[in-house]
Nanobody, 126 residues
Framework: QLQLVESGGGLVQPGGSLRLSCTTS??????????IAWFRQAPGKGREGVSC????????YYADSVKGRFTISRDTAKNTVYLQINSAKPEDTAVYYC?????????????????WGQGTQVTVSS
C-alpha cells in the first residue's frame, strides 16, 4: 500500500524560502504514476489545496494565494515531489500535506485524493 512521507518543514522568516519533499514508504511505488497535490491546514481553518502536478503530462496548477511564490516539481530519479516556498508570508503557516491520486488531474479538491501523508509543519515568523 502506498504511503507518503513529507519532510522539510520548519521555521522560516517572512520573505524566506523553504523546500518541502514528498516521497514514498515503502520505496516500491513510483510517484510518477500518481497525481500529487500539496494541501495545507492552518490552526482553526479548513484544509486548503495549494498546488498539484499531474501524472500524465507534468502539468501544474496553483491556488491563487500561492501563485508566483510556490513551485511544485518532480524528481523522478529520486522518486520525490517538491514544493518550493519562496517569499514566505506569515499566512503560509500551516501543516502541509502531500496527497496522491491515480485519477485526479489538476485538482485541488481533497476528496479526489485517497492517499495522504502525515504532514510537516511550516511556521513563518520573525
Amino acid at each position: 500500500q502506498l504511503q507518503l512521507v513529507e519532510s522539510g518543514g520548519g521555521l522560516v522568516q517572512p520573505g524566506g524560502s523553504l523546500r518541502l519533499s514528498c516521497t514514498t514508504s515503502p520505496s516500491g511505488f513510483t510517484l510518477e504514476d500518481y497525481a500529487i497535490a500539496w494541501f495545507r491546514q492552518a490552526p482553526g481553518k479548513g484544509r486548503e489545496g495549494v498546488s498539484c502536478i499531474s501524472s500524465s503530462d507534468g502539468a501544474t496548477y496553483y491556488a491563487d494565494s500561492v501563485k508566483g511564490r510556490f513551485t511544485i516539481s518532480r524528481d523522478t530519479a529520486k522518486n520525490t515531489v517538491y514544493l518550493q516556498i519562496n517569499s514566505a508570508k506569515p499566512e503560509d503557516t500551516a501543516v502541509y500535506y502531500c496527497a496522491a491520486s491515480k485519477d485526479a488531474y489538476l485538482s485541488l479538491v481533497s476528496v479526489s485524493f485517497d492517499t495522504w501523508g502525515q504532514g510537516t509543519q511550516v511556521t513563518v515568523s520573525s
